[in-house]
C-alpha cells in the first residue's frame, strides 16, 4: 500500500509570492488532514477533511491559506501571498473512515502522515 | 483537549527496554491516548492508542492507570532506531465516540538510544 505523498518535498519562494502544496492521501482514506510546524513551535493542526467537505478548519491561520479537496481524492494548500512567517514544514496525514458506536464499539483509525514539504519564505 | 505533560528528554541504552511516561490530570472519560513519533525530518508516525486498558502491538505496549491520569509507552527493546521525539497525545471525541481526529501535539519526549 503506498503512503501519504506530498509535493513538492522543499519549496523557497519570495514573499508575497503563492505556492500550492499538493497532497495524495492513501487510497480509501476519506479522512485528510493538514499540519504545520514553524520554526521551533510544535506540530499544529491546520485543518481536517471528510471526502471533500471541510470538517474542521479551526487550524487556518488565517484568510491567505485556502485548501481545497476535490473529488474527495487529493488536496492542495495553497498560501496567497505568502509571507516570511509562513515558512515551516507542512505536513499532510490521512485516515479511513473513523465511525463510533459509543465508547465500547468505538473504531479509530490511527493518522498516515507524509514525509512534509519544507516552505521557505524569503 | 486534555493536556499532556512529558519529560522534555530520556535516554536508553540499546537493547534494553524505554518507558516513556505522560501525564494526562485532566483527562476525559471519552478521550483516548495516542502516542505518535517523529524520527528527524520525517512525518510523525502512529505508534499506539488506548482508552483503559493496556495495549500491545508490534511496536510497543502502552500502560495506563486505572485512574487513567498517566500511562507509560513501553518500548521492549530499544534500538539506535528508535531515536525520535515521541508525543503522547488525548485525543477528544464527541458524546457518541466518533473522533474528531485532530491531534494536539505539544513538544514530546526526545529519546535517544544510545550504544
Given at each position: 500500500e503506498a503512503g501519504v505523498t506530498q509535493f513538492p518535498s522543499h519549496s523557497v519562494i519570495e514573499k508575497g509570492q503563492?505556492?500550492?502544496?499538493?497532497?495524495?492521501?492513501?487510497?480509501?482514506?476519506?479522512?485528510?488532514?493538514?499540519?504545520?510546524?514553524?520554526?521551533g513551535k510544535e506540530i499544529k493542526f491546520?485543518?481536517?477533511?471528510?471526502?471533500?467537505?471541510?470538517?474542521d478548519e479551526s487550524g487556518m491561520p488565517n484568510n491567505r491559506f485556502l485548501a481545497e479537496r476535490t473529488g474527495g481524492t487529493y488536496s492542495t494548500l495553497k498560501v496567497q501571498p505568502a509571507e516570511l512567517e509562513d515558512s515551516g514544514v507542512y505536513f499532510c496525514a490521512s485516515s479511513r473512515r473513523t465511525t463510533?458506536?459509543?465508547?465500547?464499539?468505538?473504531?479509530?483509525?490511527?493518522?498516515?502522515?507524509?514525509?512534509?514539504?519544507?516552505?521557505t519564505v524569503t | 483537549d486534555a493536556k499532556t505533560t512529558q519529560p522534555p528528554s530520556m535516554d536508553c541504552a540499546e537493547g534494553r527496554a524505554a518507558n516513556l511516561p505522560c501525564n494526562h490530570s485532566?483527562?476525559?472519560?471519552?478521550?483516548?491516548v495516542y502516542w505518535y513519533r517523529q524520527i528527524h525530518s520525517q512525518g510523525p508516525q502512529y505508534?499506539?492508542?488506548?482508552?483503559?486498558?493496556?495495549?500491545?502491538?508490534?511496536?510497543?505496549?502502552?500502560?495506563?492507570?486505572?485512574?487513567?491520569?498517566?500511562?507509560?509507552?513501553?518500548?521492549?527493546?530499544?534500538?539506535?532506531?528508535?531515536?525520535?521525539?515521541?508525543y503522547c497525545i488525548a485525543e477528544p471525541s464527541n458524546a457518541g465516540g466518533?473522533?474528531?481526529?485532530?491531534?494536539?501535539?505539544g513538544q514530546g519526549t526526545i529519546l535517544t538510544v544510545h550504544p
Open positions: 503563492t505556492v500550492t502544496l499538493r497532497c495524495d492521501p492513501i487510497s480509501g482514506h476519506d479522512n485528510l488532514y493538514w499540519y504545520r510546524r514553524v520554526m491546520l485543518l481536517h477533511f471528510v471526502k471533500e467537505s471541510k470538517q463510533g458506536v459509543g465508547l465500547a464499539g468505538d473504531i479509530r483509525d490511527e493518522q498516515y502522515f507524509g514525509p512534509g514539504t519544507r516552505l | 485532566t483527562i476525559s472519560g471519552n478521550e483516548y505508534i499506539i492508542h488506548g482508552l483503559k486498558n493496556n495495549e500491545t502491538n508490534e511496536m510497543a505496549s502502552l500502560i495506563i492507570t486505572e485512574d487513567r491520569k498517566s500511562s507509560t509507552l513501553i518500548l521492549p527493546h530499544a534500538t539506535l532506531r528508535d531515536t525520535a521525539v515521541y466518533t473522533s474528531y481526529g485532530k491531534l494536539t501535539f
